[in-house]
């Protein structure tokens, strides 16, 4: 009976370690030790607003802050943004992967849509850059949103 114990507990360790070979699941599992790592860390900061801006970084901290402005500007809960893609903030010195829409709301509470979307002539509001400062504007015609979602599409959108 113990060998037959000793020999399963062997077996058990050489499944593990022959799991854990394979490429996609040892990336798997160091995703769960960088989680493991962290929680010292957000454990201090219980208040949902630190920890998302500690786990998202700029992503969240820049979403955030484009929200804020369209929050100032306007009293219309559903407006929809049109966002630039990541590589127009790359281009204009910017560190900011512009999450997917659905991540956006999630961080926000805000509708926004990529320039190669079918519904993207509906925005009412656009991102850019100036002078390194991430600027909230109104459309205010057809043509200003045609050769700004023109312009957008030219940069590539993409995850």
């Known amino acids: ?36 790592n962290s929680f010292p860390k957000q454990q201090k900061h219980l208040d949902l607003e630190t920890r998302m801006r500690l786990r998202f970084g700029n992503n969240y901290i820049y979403s955030k802050n484009i929200a804020d402005s369209l929050r100032n500007r306007t009293s219309h809960p559903n407006a929809l943004i049109l966002m630039p893609p990541s590589s127009y903030f790359s281009k204009m010195g910017l560190k900011y992967h512009v999450p997917e829409p659905a991540v956006f709301y999630y961080y926000t509470g805000i509708k926004t849509i990529w320039a190669n979307s079918k ?26 949103i045609q050769d700004t979602i023109r312009e957008f599409v030219k940069l590539g959108v993409s995850l």
């Open 1 to 36: 009976m113990r060998t037959r114990k000793w020999l399963l507990f062997f077996c058990s360790i050489g499944l593990l370690i022959m799991f854990f070979m394979f490429p996609r699941n040892r990336e798997w599992a160091g995703t769960v030790i960088g989680y493991w």
């Open 119 to 144: 519904h993207a002539m509906d925005a009412r509001w656009y991102v850019r850059v100036s002078n390194g400062r991430i600027i909230l504007d109104s459309i205010t015609d057809k043509r200003m």
